[in-house]
């Protein structure tokens, strides 16, 4: 965001100038920016509702009750953020309320740490339910509750934004008028305090540890589905070679059983025949008679 008139313009105004006349002249600066944040503000609203509505009336489930806090939280950065950011666009030298201010600054820094903490906890339980060998029971009760702690932990990094940021005294560069900008309040700045910097480096740090756990818990996550996909293949290939083996054995064992034809038939009827009719010759008459009479 652009704080002072461009050095180019300067010589456009004469000393009658105004400090609208001024800030009207810094928003055609910011046209570019405010026409991105309106459309993002849009396509937030209506994507946002779109998403609450579709996945409302599903059955609960792990992911669903995360979708749906994303949603409410990008929802509500789309009906409140932006329009305190584009607000701030509209007024760089006449913010018009220092209420706003401390609102604006708070409710940004509470979305984008409920934001930070929630995507963490999302890592968090994958990573249970992914590398835990035991079965793990995903409650939504659970998951409410860490959604609902992730946006108390960031209310409590907020806070410190409602004494730090207020009306600030700021150069607009044009016959040393001065305006009223949104941000860091000036007896900060004189006193030259280090609780700003303090604020900053604490957003910092959140952010980078957030990022930091959550590098560490994708990449134990991305090895164990490498692994388990390395062991699903060889699986499948072991399974797949025991039925080919059975496979050819089945056959090897069917093609060294003679096949029974109409020319086997008579041969084993034949022999048959011969076979009992030496025995007939050579056994008792009874066993004769009894022959004799199985053959008719």
């Known amino acids: 965001m652009f704080t002072q008139i461009p050095k180019s313009w300067r010589h456009n105004f004469n000393e009658n100038v105004t400090l609208r006349e001024l800030n009207d002249a810094l928003v055609t600066l910011h046209v570019p920016a405010i026409v991105i944040i309106m459309t993002l503000l849009v396509i937030g609203v209506i994507g946002n509702i779109t998403v609450l509505r579709i996945y409302f009336p599903y ?49 940004h820094v509470f979305l984008v740490a409920a934001a930070v903490f929630i995507f963490v906890c999302i890592a968090a339980e994958r990573h249970r339910a992914i590398c835990n060998f035991h079965v793990v029971e995903m409650k939504t009760a659970r998951i409410h509750k860490m959604c609902l702690i992730s946006c108390m932990l ?38 030259n ?46 399974t797949s070679n025991v039925r080919s083996s059975y496979s050819n054995e089945l056959e090897l064992n069917s093609t060294q059983v003679p096949r029974v034809t109409s020319k086997t038939e008579s041969l084993l009827k034949t022999s048959t025949s011969e076979d009992g009719e030496h025995y007939c010759a050579n056994a008792p008459k009874q066993s004769q008679k009894a022959w004799e009479g199985a053959r008719e």
Not at 61 to 68: E, G
Not at 165 to 190: A, L, M, P, S
Not at 214 to 237: A, C, D, E, N
Request: with cysteine; aromatic share 18%; charged share 15%.
């Open 193 to 238: 305090s280090v609780w700003p910097k303090v604020f900053y480096l604490l957003q910092f740090a959140i952010c980078l540890i957030a990022f930091v756990i959550m590098v560490i818990l994708y990449v134990r996550i991305g090895l164990q589905l490498k692994w388990h996909l390395r062991f699903s293949k060889s699986y499948t290939r072991a």
């Open 59 to 107: 059955p609960k489930s792990f992911s669903r009750v995360f979708i749906l806090w994303l949603g409410f939280i990008d929802l509500i950065a789309c009906c409140l953020g932006k329009p305190f950011l584009l607000m701030s666009l509209y007024h760089p030298y006449e913010f018009p309320s220092v209420g706003a201010c401390k609102t604006f600054r708070f409710v």
């Open 154 to 191: 960031a209310i409590v990094v907020a806070i410190p934004a409602i004494f730090v940021y207020g009306e600030r005294t700021v150069k607009t560069g044009v016959f040393n008028i001065t305006g009223i900008e949104c941000f860091v309040e000036d007896h900060f700045e004189e006193t």
